[in-house]
């Protein structure tokens, strides 16, 4: 468990592939017109503001059709940006663990055989 959160390529290389899906969802879902992906977005943003909003705790400064968060929204989408980079970090490192063991156990299978 020591060398879970270790970073190696596998890790990064999926840790970018998540980023890089994750980002690309919503242009995909203006292209084909598929506006339930951008529902992944939102769940890693929004729900924060949800909880604020629904305690009563103004996010939102100004009003009209956009409206633009305050510092607390802005706060509120940064913290919740920082758990959904680690939610893919953590998804990035647990595939790599698997990916690691399996690669040695089939580098032990092979040794065995030629033993």
């Not at 980023?19 to 084909?32: D, E, K, T, Y």
């Not at 633009?68 to 940064?78: H, V």
């Not at 940006?81 to 790599?96: E, M, Q």
Request: charged residues 10%; aromatic residues 18%; hydrophobic residues 60%.
């Amino acid at each position: 468990m020591k060398n879970f959160f270790k970073p190696t390529k596998v890790t990064w290389t999926v840790f970018s592939g998540l980023i890089v899906v994750n980002v690309s969802l919503p242009f995909f879902s203006n292209i084909f017109e598929l506006y339930l992906l951008w529902t992944p977005l939102f769940l890693q943003i929004g729900w924060l503001w949800m909880l604020l909003i629904s305690f009563g705790i103004d996010v939102i400064g100004g009003g009209g059709l956009f409206p633009s968060p305050n510092l607390l929204g802005w706060l509120a989408i940064l913290f919740a940006l920082l758990i959904s980079l680690l939610v893919h970090y953590l998804i990035a490192s647990v595939i790599s663990k698997i990916w690691y063991m399996f690669k040695n156990k089939k580098a032990n299978v092979a040794n065995e055989a030629i033993s």
